[in-house]
């Protein structure tokens, strides 16, 4: 994975971790402040600048239900040479949530 890629599956899995089912917009601003400071530490600048950029098209992928390697794609960090049906590869994701 690239850094922005895994940083962006990493980010929308805590966010999703954290949303209630009944999420508005509102509410997924706000958890999205609070998903950097929970990141390891050497991603806190690199989370910051990635909510400036992509934070409003997120919102819009989450109000839409789409999945985070889904997500990632659409924004174009991470590139997944098929469509994971069934999750992605156990070492990827293993990667990533060695992570967390």
């Known amino acids: ?39 390891p530490k050497s991603y806190k600048d690199q989370c910051d600048d990635f909510v400036e950029k992509y934070g409003a098209q997120i919102v819009e992928f989450l109000m839409s239900s789409a999945a985070p390697y889904t997500i990632c794609s659409l924004l174009h960090l991470c590139l997944f040479e098929e469509k994971p049906a069934e999750g992605w590869s156990h070492v990827s994701y293993k990667q990533i949530w060695s992570f967390v």
């Open 1 to 39: 994975f690239n850094p922005v890629c895994t940083l962006c599956m990493l980010f929308i899995k805590k966010l999703e971790a954290l949303l209630p089912q009944n999420m508005t917009e509102d509410t997924i601003i706000k958890v999205m402040d609070e998903v950097c400071h929970l990141l």
